[in-house]
């Protein structure tokens, strides 16, 4: 699902949650607000994939029924389906991870991520009653996926100059802003 037009962002996978998450749950299965224009944006900057408790047979259900509805674009009834043994969503779960440079968890379930794994967590605000239509949790979301996948962690952290460097221009004033390179005060200020 992932689309040639947007070269400049990281190749990522976004497992998504479904109960809580895009649906309310299994058995009322009311769509979130903005389901569908969250699903086309992000099959436009990452593979994504299902991750739910939720059994394979009644995913596959579920699948269908937003499709059918046009709640979900036609390509989600085809989406892999994670599902974990316990309620665990472990990383170690996802296949072929290795291809990814980034891997997130929406999930609206802190408790499901595994310990020391926070880190591809992205949390959504749980979907309930009384399932307002004005909910923006999936719009906040995206963006906040679109800002990760387009500037990771490590890259930004590369071209910061590093504490020791900054102090020794401090020490060393204008002798050593010559030395300096002109993107390192650029990446400094952003
Ligand atoms: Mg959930």
């Given at each position: 699902?992932?689309?040639?037009?947007?070269?400049?962002?990281?190749?990522?996978?976004?497992?998504?949650?479904?109960?809580?998450?895009?649906?309310?749950?299994?058995?009322?299965?009311?769509?979130?607000?903005?389901?569908?224009?969250?699903?086309?944006?992000?099959?436009?900057?990452?593979?994504?994939?299902?991750?739910?408790?939720?059994?394979?047979?009644?995913?596959?259900?579920?699948?269908?029924?937003?499709?059918?509805?046009?709640?979900?674009?036609?390509?989600?009834?085809?989406?892999?389906?994670?599902?974990?043994?316990?309620?665990?969503?472990?990383?170690?779960?996802?296949?072929?991870?290795?291809?990814?440079?980034?891997?997130?968890?929406?999930?609206?379930?802190?408790?499901?991520?595994?310990?020391?794994?926070?880190?591809?967590?992205?949390?959504?605000?749980?979907?309930?009653?009384?399932?307002?239509?004005?909910?923006?949790?999936?719009?906040?979301?995206?963006?906040?996926?679109?800002?990760?996948?387009?500037?990771?962690?490590?890259?930004?952290?590369?071209?910061?100059?590093?504490?020791?460097?900054?102090?020794?221009?401090?020490?060393?004033?204008?002798?050593?802003m010559e030395q300096l390179d002109p993107t390192d005060i650029e990446n400094w200020r952003e």
């Open positions: 699902m992932s689309n040639e037009s947007n070269k400049q962002l990281i190749n990522a996978l976004v497992c998504l949650d479904l109960e809580g998450t895009l649906i309310s749950n299994a058995v009322s299965q009311i769509p979130r607000p903005h389901l569908f224009e969250f699903l086309e944006a992000l099959s436009r900057i990452s593979d994504i994939a299902l991750f739910t408790s939720v059994s394979e047979e009644r995913t596959e259900a579920i699948k269908i029924l937003l499709v059918d509805e046009r709640f979900a674009p036609k390509w989600f009834k085809d989406l892999p389906s994670l599902h974990p043994k316990g309620t665990i969503k472990s990383m170690g779960l996802v296949p072929n991870r290795e291809r990814y440079q980034a891997i997130f968890l929406v999930d609206d379930q802190i408790a499901v991520v595994e310990e020391g794994e926070s880190d591809w967590h992205i949390h959504v605000k749980e979907y309930r009653p009384p399932y307002r239509q004005d909910d923006r949790e999936l719009i906040r979301v995206l963006e906040q996926i679109q800002q990760r996948a387009n500037r990771p962690k490590s890259i930004k952290a590369k071209f910061r100059p590093s504490r020791s460097r900054l102090e020794s221009i401090g020490k060393k004033g204008s002798e050593a």
